[in-house]
């Protein structure tokens, strides 16, 4: 199987958005969750076009932004640069009040609380066209098309996301990892 950067290199649609990313110049920001797991279940599934990109979720850290301003700017900043993209912003310094969880340390350790372990995957790209990865998980399970439940969440949750998701509609060779 390819790896996320050979599959996100023969995507250009997906190239030009982590590029509209980095063109803001956002504290350690990354574009994750089903802009880089949809991908690799399509090339599992070997879909001949790509599944529609619901949301773009942008993922950033920065704990000085104390009034949670930095997201709306960067959204605004992102959507000036490409309306059409169905851009979703978060600063994960903040995320843990809705979670309920203890403060989280960075954008990798936010990540590391969501509830598959396939969406805590997240890429960016610099000035050098390096692709980036952050996966507290790794990669590996979603490689082998799982959908593995993060025991930091209830499974509850969990099942209710696969279903209301269709995941396993849309993707019928994904089996949910026991």
């Known amino acids: 199987?390819?790896?996320?950067?050979?599959?996100?290199?023969?995507?250009?649609?997906?190239?030009?958005?982590?590029?509209?990313?980095?063109?803001?110049?956002?504290?350690?920001?990354?574009?994750?969750?089903?802009?880089?797991?949809?991908?690799?279940?399509?090339?599992?599934?070997?879909?001949?076009t790509a599944t529609p990109l619901n949301d773009v979720d942008v993922v950033f850290f920065d704990a000085n932004d104390k009034n949670n301003s930095l997201a709306e700017k960067a959204l605004n900043s992102l959507k000036q640069l490409d309306s059409s993209v169905p851009w979703q912003v978060k600063n994960q310094a903040h995320m843990h009040l809705?979670?309920?969880?203890?403060p989280y340390l960075n954008?990798?350790?936010?990540?590391?609380?969501?509830?598959?372990?396939?969406?805590?995957?997240?890429?960016?790209i610099n000035a050098k066209k390096d692709?980036?990865?952050?996966?507290?998980?790794g990669t590996e399970t979603l490689f082998k098309g799982?959908?593995?439940?993060?025991?930091k969440r209830s499974r509850t949750v969990f099942l209710q996301r696969v279903n209301?998701?269709?995941?396993?509609?849309?993707?019928?060779?994904?089996?949910?990892?026991?």
């Open 1 to 48: 199987m390819q790896s996320i950067q050979h599959l996100l290199l023969q995507d250009s649609q997906r190239l030009r958005i982590l590029n509209l990313l980095a063109a803001i110049d956002l504290k350690d920001a990354y574009i994750a969750a089903g802009f880089v797991r949809n991908m690799v279940w399509d090339a599992l599934h070997e879909k001949s």
């Open 98 to 102: 809705i979670n309920n969880d203890r």
């Open 107 to 124: 954008t990798f350790d936010a990540m590391s609380f969501w509830p598959e372990k396939e969406t805590a995957i997240a890429v960016s």
């Open 131 to 137: 692709i980036k990865i952050l996966a507290p998980f």
């Open 146 to 151: 799982l959908i593995t439940h993060n025991p």
């Open 164 to 178: 209301s998701k269709g995941w396993l509609d849309t993707w019928p060779k994904l089996q949910i990892n026991k």
